[in-house]
Nanobody, 112 residues
Framework: VQLQASGGGLVRAGYSLRLSCAAHVSIFSRSVIAWYRQAPGKERELVATISTGSNTDYADSVKGRFTISRDNTKNTVYLQMNSLKPEDTAVYYC???????WGQGTQVTVSS
């Protein structure tokens, strides 16, 4: 498995979740890693990205609430999601631009 996503779940609005994306070492050291999400009936959208040098970028809808980070010792990228809203409900996917690898999705459901 090149990318392994985990950490989704069901939470109430205002609570937090942390997603993890464990990458194969050959990918992790070379690649920008991104988190995307896809809500029912909607297109997949970019949530956040992190470069190999830990430069980050966020969708406007999550700025100030979500934080993407990477742990080079664990070959893992995290997405810390705070102040979750019902509209954050989606399947979240991690993606490695080098090689265009997708992880399996992890469901995040936020109840009001």
């Amino acid at each position: 498995v090149q990318l392994q996503a985990s950490g989704g779940g069901l939470v109430r609005a205002g609570y937090s979740l942390r997603l993890s994306c464990a990458a194969h070492v050959s990918i992790f050291s070379r690649s920008v890693i991104a988190w995307y999400r896809q809500a029912p009936g909607k297109e997949r959208e970019l949530v956040a990205t992190i470069s190999t040098g830990s430069n980050t970028d966020y969708a406007d809808s999550v700025k100030g609430r979500f934080t993407i980070s990477r742990d080079n010792t664990k070959n893992t990228v995290y997405l810390q999601m705070n102040s979750l809203k019902p509209e954050d409900t989606a399947v979240y996917y991690c993606f490695a631009r080098w090689g265009s690898y997708w992880g399996q999705g992890t469901q995040v459901t936020v109840s009001s």
